[in-house]
């Protein structure tokens, strides 16, 4: 069966998208002279290599500006777009977040338009709602949202719910955040019926654990489990995989991952992330589903 025009439209939307922000970002590093923590970048405007909706971009920008971990914005041309940097800092809650037993990996966000567009990507694969475990600030669900998927972003430590609590009462999008330990959630009570669960944290830091933990949890519940897809947040630094053979680098470090679950991937994007502003390769977003 061949592949709907609907479906080849927005996967050349999305290509486009991933091509611009990488490129964005290569420029920005060259460019960047300042020393905060954080940083990232939003186009001001859609363009033909960004065909970004006009509203949902209005949005991102809105979600930086209503998000207390940024401190400073101004306008930048970067390879001649006009965009605005978002400069922040998240030392108190990433601290937060290493301080739980069940934080499987500090607080360190992906770049907005990255959430937006690894949402964009699991919408375009027919999944109908996106469980954001290890959700930090928020951002991923948010953009999820902004795309009419149901959203349920789940989160351990209680001081990045509350930031979450606030973002949607600043931007009056619910993208339901809960603080809870994922793997004691009850999803079959969801009554979920496409749903794709984006995995915080490197595999190389403990995100394995957590997956194999969530799937454990998908076993029990069978018919969710063969309607589900999961996605993985993955690397291809090697400073990451000290001493190992070169097969362990295999789809951003979650080969054993993928292998042992039985999971087919379907789709990688390869977006910026804070940490990989300082890095040649960007993160590869790896989408797969059960075989």
């Keep these: 069966m061949g592949l709907s025009t609907p479906f080849l439209e927005n996967l050349n939307?999305?290509?486009l998208l991933e091509k611009d922000a990488v490129r964005l970002k290569q420029n920005f590093v060259k460019l960047y002279k300042g020393s905060s923590h954080i940083q990232e970048i939003i186009p001001v405007s859609r363009s033909d290599s960004f065909p970004i909706d006009k509203g949902h971009l209005e949005m991102l920008h809105n979600f930086a500006q209503k998000n207390p971990i940024y401190y400073n914005s101004y306008e930048q041309e970067i390879d001649k777009t006009p965009c605005v940097?978002?400069?922040?800092?998240?030392?108190?809650?990433w601290l937060n977040s290493i301080s739980h037993g069940a934080s499987y990996q500090p607080f360190y966000p992906t770049w907005i338009t990255t959430a937006y567009i690894i949402s964009l990507t699991a919408k375009n694969l027919g999944?109908?709602?996106?469980?954001?475990?290890?959700?930090?600030?928020?951002?991923?669900?948010?953009?999820?949202?902004?795309?009419?998927?149901?959203?349920?972003?789940?989160?351990?430590?209680?001081?990045l719910v509350k930031l979450q609590k606030l973002i949607t009462f600043a931007t009056k999008i619910n993208?339901?955040?809960?603080?809870?330990?994922?793997?004691?959630f009850d999803y079959a009570g969801l009554n979920l019926e496409h749903p794709v669960f984006f995995i915080g944290g490197l595999a190389q830091m403990g995100g394995d654990v957590l997956a194999n933990s969530i799937i454990e949890k998908l076993n029990e519940i069978p018919k969710l489990k063969k309607k589900s897809g999961?996605?993985?947040a993955g690397t291809y630094s090697k400073k990451y995989f000290p001493g190992t053979e070169s097969n362990n680098m295999s789809e951003g470090g979650w080969k054993a991952v993928i292998d042992k679950n039985e999971l087919n991937v379907i789709q990688t994007v390869v977006l910026p992330s804070v940490w990989t502003f300082d890095q040649p390769?960007?993160?590869?977003?790896i989408f797969t589903k059960f075989n």
């Design 13 to 15: 939307m999305i290509e």
């Design 85 to 93: 940097v978002y400069e922040g800092d998240i030392n108190e809650y």
């Design 127 to 159: 999944f109908k709602e996106l469980i954001d475990i290890g959700s930090g600030d928020g951002r991923i669900a948010y953009c999820a949202k902004l795309l009419d998927l149901e959203t349920v972003s789940i989160e351990v430590d209680e001081s």
């Design 175 to 184: 993208f339901n955040p809960n603080c809870v330990d994922a793997v004691e």
């Design 230 to 232: 999961m996605t993985f």
């Design 281 to 285: 390769i960007d993160t590869p977003y």
